[in-house]
T-cell receptor
Framework: EAGVAQSPRYKIIEKRQSVAFWCNPI?????LYWYQQILGQGPKLLIQ????????DSQLPKDRFSAERLKGVDSTLKIQPAKLEDSAVYLC????????????FGQGTRLTVV | GQQLNQSPQSMFIQEGEDVSMNCTSS?????WLWYKQDPGEGPVLLIA?????ELTSNGRLTAQFGITRKDSFLNISASIPSDVGIYFC???????????FGKGTLLTVNP
């Protein structure tokens, strides 16, 4: 069974530029999560989807971050414009369904904003 | 919001020793999960717990779901060098089953 796929693995951008990350969850997984992990900290949930609907986005900085999962499968997370403090690893995870929170993670995208 | 306090922040042990780490929450969780993260990788699920009082093992790892549903612990017995990494607890609860992570325990095993 293929795991959660994320791309790119690494990205370096200048502040005020925009960037997008892509995630393809495990086949059949209805719930998809985007986490931000700053160096030395635990993952922080940005947004949680159930199929193509948003379940929780309370910690998503909506003035600059957006995410979509239009067909209920793969998802993109965008940052526009980026700030220095957005430098982090962005992790995508998926689980079978909302009630089953055994989330499986991708390798993440390491973003550096200079 | 939900907050998890994970301790200790870091541990340095000798190979063969047992290690214990724990996590406490300010609110009740329905599920506790324990993950391990290696450098440059995403977290990998080790153990999942679903019932208060539940004790579950996975090889040398044992985890328990606290009776109050506000805490959990993870034990690793007879540690080996490949146990090195960051261990995270995570809990979910509430109406949206939001999965919240602790800050992690950095484990170093000296051969």
């Amino acid at each position: 069974e293929a795991g959660v796929a994320q791309s790119p693995r690494y990205k370096i951008i200048e502040k005020r530029q925009s960037v997008a990350f892509w995630c393809n969850p495990i086949s059949g997984h209805a719930t998809l999560y985007w986490y931000q992990q700053i160096l030395g900290q635990g993952p922080k949930l940005l947004i949680q989807f159930q199929n193509n609907g948003v379940v929780d986005d309370s910690q998503l900085p909506k003035d600059r971050f957006s995410a979509e999962r239009l067909k209920g499968v793969d998802s993109t997370l965008k940052i526009q414009p980026a700030k220095l403090e957005d430098s982090a690893v962005y992790l995508c995870a998926s689980s079978l369904e909302l009630l089953n929170t055994e989330a499986f993670f991708g390798q993440g995208t390491r973003l550096t904003v200079v | 919001g939900q907050q998890l306090n994970q301790s200790p922040q870091s541990m340095f042990i000798q190979e063969g020793e047992d290690v214990s780490m724990n996590c406490t929450s300010s609110s009740i969780f329905n599920t506790w999960l324990w993950y391990k993260q290696d450098p440059g990788e995403g977290p990998v699920l080790l153990i999942a717990l679903y019932k208060a009082g539940e004790l579950t093992s996975n090889g040398r790892l044992t985890a328990q779901f606290g009776i109050t549903r506000k805490d959990s612990f993870l034990n690793i017995s007879a540690s080996i060098p490949s146990d090195v990494g960051i261990y995270f607890c995570a809990g979910s609860g509430g109406s949206n089953y939001k999965l919240t992570f602790g800050k992690g325990t950095l484990l170093t095993v000296n051969p």
